[in-house]
Nanobody, 117 residues
């Protein structure tokens, strides 16, 4: 069992930046970030294994990175539509580009990101 703990969420003005962190209690192959806005389904944001993948809505603005058992999401040029609870996910699959929630085995509790206009 791997535990994930996110941090770094908060309130920021449009155009600002935030850096989310996720600490994993053990090493896994793939890690990712998802987000869920009120009334919407959980959606893919970014993933990292031996490569990185991004949702089209965040390409060029967000960067996912990994250092041992930590994964980060640097979010720049934030928009009000980026407002959501952001979840860290980890899984054992050995490939890359995992963008569906069912492809991950462990989830964090989520951290709120609010972008004001």
């Amino acid at each position: 069992q791997v535990q994930l703990v996110e941090s770094g969420g908060g309130l920021v003005q449009a155009g600002g930046s935030l850096r989310l962190s996720c600490a994993a209690s053990g090493r896994t192959n793939a890690m990712g970030w998802f987000r869920q806005a009120p009334g919407k389904e959980r959606e893919f944001v970014a993933a990292i294994s031996w490569s990185t993948d991004y949702a089209d809505s965040v390409k060029g603005r967000f960067t996912i990175s990994r250092d041992k058992n930590m994964v980060y999401l640097q979010m720049n040029s934030l928009k009000p539509e980026d407002t959501a609870v952001y979840y860290c996910a980890a899984g054992w699959r050995s490939g890359s580009g995992y963008s569906a929630p069912y492809e991950y085995d462990y989830w964090g509790q989520g951290t709120q990101v609010t972008v004001s206009s």
